[in-house]
């Protein structure tokens, strides 16, 4: 090999990238010492933006097409060093190639549970994941505020950041958004398109394009759950009747009896269940007012007293069967004992028969 094509071996006059990854971003086109030549060609492919880069500016954004690097069709990049020297000796640039496609299924997902308040179970606690997709809008910004000098930019290196300011995002937008969490779980498409409207602004900061949030799943507490299980269970079975019959029906089946006799049995345990659990409670009558009675002592009453204290002065002698009592409702006083209501506490008392009078003296003749 002669000294020219030594020479000119290590000069670039083709710039291309071509990626066989699928999550590099950025890619920095590798030459020892950044050395390009007049005339070299460049080409950006669909997908793809490249940008120059000289004494640390940024000297021009090329979109996808072929180009020969010379002044006539890139004036922009007369300010790079020797190029107004027509090349005399190599230039050096450094050039970045961004993959411009969408990337797709990068994981989000809430590592703690999220409170928020719904109308209809009160404080609840929800967990949520799902993906998102995103593409390189602007790589001017994206090179400014993310990716700097690096010379081979991934997805990973930035995916926690994304995935975190999502999912600080939806937590604080569901939060507050006051959507029941049945609504959720039936809208997953609505809530995704919801969120993304509201967190785009945030990925164009860095330069990115936010496409789409995809919601997969929203899960509540194991015990929250089973509660909507068994309210969902007590649903579908409606009537109780049929359903016990229903039961029984079955339960013969898997026994393996067919005969009239078992079924008709089976049916008559069924009803009588069905029977017992939708019977009505019998009503119990409240008890009735006890009014009060007013016991009469020589010329002074004393009342309103009560059913118990009343037994408790009948044994204790203190009311007697003639001891005059009255009541609401009565005309005029009345023996206790001749009261059909107090007769029964003198049941036990024996009342002497009056003392006859006294034999007169007999005399003797």
Do not use: C
Request: overall charge negative; proline content about 6%.
């Amino acid at each position: 090999m002669g000294l020219w094509d030594k020479l000119m071996g290590e000069f670039v006059d083709v710039i291309e990238w071509t990626d066989s990854s699928s999550d590099t971003m950025v890619y920095r086109f590798e030459r020892h010492g950044n050395e390009i030549k007049y005339g070299a060609k460049l080409t950006v492919r669909e997908s793809q933006v490249a940008i120059f880069v000289n004494e640390g500016q940024v000297a021009d954004v090329l979109t996808p097409g072929m180009y020969v690097l010379e002044t006539q069709n890139l004036p922009l990049l007369s300010t790079l060093q020797h190029w107004d020297h027509g090349f005399s000796s190599p230039f050096k640039a450094e050039v970045y190639f961004f993959n411009t496609k969408q990337f797709t299924n990068l994981k989000w997902g809430t590592r703690n549970p999220v409170m928020i308040r719904d109308s209809e179970f009160g404080g609840v606690r929800i967990r949520a994941f799902g993906t998102y997709g995103m593409r390189i809008d602007d790589s001017r910004k994206f090179m400014q505020e993310i990716m700097g000098t690096d010379g081979n930019f991934t997805v990973d290196e930035i995916s926690d950041q994304l995935r975190n300011l999502i999912v600080t995002r939806f937590s604080s937008i569901v939060a507050s958004a006051n959507i029941p969490v049945l609504d959720m779980a039936a809208n997953y498409e609505q809530l995704g398109q919801f969120v993304t409207q509201k967190i785009v602004p945030e990925f164009a900061a860095y330069g990115l394009k936010l496409t789409n949030i995809l919601v997969e799943n929203i899960s509540l507490p194991t015990e929250v759950e089973e509660a909507l299980d068994k309210r969902t269970s007590m649903g579908m079975i409606g009537n109780l009747d049929k359903y016990l019959q229903y039961q029984t029906a079955q339960g013969i089946g898997e026994g393996g009896s067919n005969s009239a006799l078992d079924m008709g049995m089976g049916f008559a345990v069924a009803n009588k269940m069905a029977e017992v659990l939708n019977k009505p409670a019998a009503a119990t009558p409240p008890p009735l007012p006890d009014t009060g009675w007013h016991v009469a002592s020589g010329q002074e009453s004393s009342g309103p007293i009560g059913m118990p204290q009343l037994q408790q002065m009948a044994q204790n002698g203190q009311l007697t069967a003639t001891t005059l009592v009255w009541q609401a409702g009565m005309a005029n006083w009345q023996a206790a004992g001749e009261t059909a209501a107090l007769r029964g506490l003198f049941a036990g008392q024996v009342t002497p028969p009056p003392i006859p009078p006294s034999a007169p003296p007999h005399s003797s003749e």
